[in-house]
C-alpha cells in the first residue's frame, strides 16, 4: 500500500476509535473515573487524527509514492469490529469495554503502526514511534482503570 493510503487508512481508524471512546464516556456517564478516562482517550484519539492527517497532507503535496507493509483489510476490520461491539453490546460491563479497546490498541492498530515504522522514510519513522507510544500510554491508561475498578 502506498504510504499516502495507508495514513488515510490509519486517520479512519483513530477516528474511530475516537467515536468509540465518546461512546462509552456517555455509556459509563455515572461513573466518574471511566467516563473521566474514557472522555481523555478520545480526545487523544481525535488529536492523533488531525496530526496523521497533516501528515497525509504532508506526504500528499510531496508525492512520496513510498510502499508500506499494511494491509487495507485488517483497518477495515478494525473499524468493523468496533461497530460490531457498539451493535452487540449496548450497555456493555466495563470490563468488557476496557478489555475490548485494550485490545484494539495493542492489537491490529499497534501492528499496523509497527509495519509502517518498519517501512517508512526516516522522515515519517519519528513520527510513527510517537504513535506506537501514545498507543502504548492508552493501553497502560485502560491498564490503570481497570486496576482502580477491580475489573478484568
Not at 497533516?54 to 485488517?74: F, G, I, N, Y
Not at 453490546?89 to 509502517?116: C, D, K, M, T, W
Request: hydrophobic fraction near 45%; charged fraction near 30%; glycine fraction near 4%.
Amino acid at each position: 500500500m502506498l504510504v499516502v493510503d495507508a495514513l488515510a487508512a490509519l486517520v479512519e481508524v483513530e477516528q474511530a476509535m475516537a467515536v468509540y471512546y465518546r461512546w462509552l464516556a456517555e455509556v459509563f456517564e455515572g461513573d466518574p473515573d471511566a467516563r473521566a478516562c474514557f472522555r481523555e482517550l478520545a480526545d487523544q484519539e481525535q488529536s492523533h487524527a488531525t496530526q496523521i492527517s497533516l501528515q497525509h497532507r504532508m506526504v500528499r503535496s510531496a508525492k512520496l509514492t513510498d510502499e508500506v507493509e499494511l494491509e487495507r483489510a485488517k483497518i477495515e476490520a478494525v473499524r468493523t469490529s468496533i461497530a460490531r461491539f457498539r451493535e452487540q453490546n449496548p450497555e456493555p460491563p466495563l470490563s468488557h469495554a476496557v478489555l475490548f479497546a485494550a485490545r484494539l490498541e495493542s492489537g491490529e492498530i499497534e501492528q499496523a503502526y509497527r509495519n509502517l515504522l518498519n517501512t517508512s522514510s526516516p522522515q515519517l519513522a519519528g513520527f510513527v514511534k510517537g504513535m506506537i507510544r501514545a498507543d502504548e500510554k492508552h493501553a497502560e491508561k485502560l491498564r490503570e482503570l481497570m486496576a482502580k475498578k477491580k475489573v478484568g
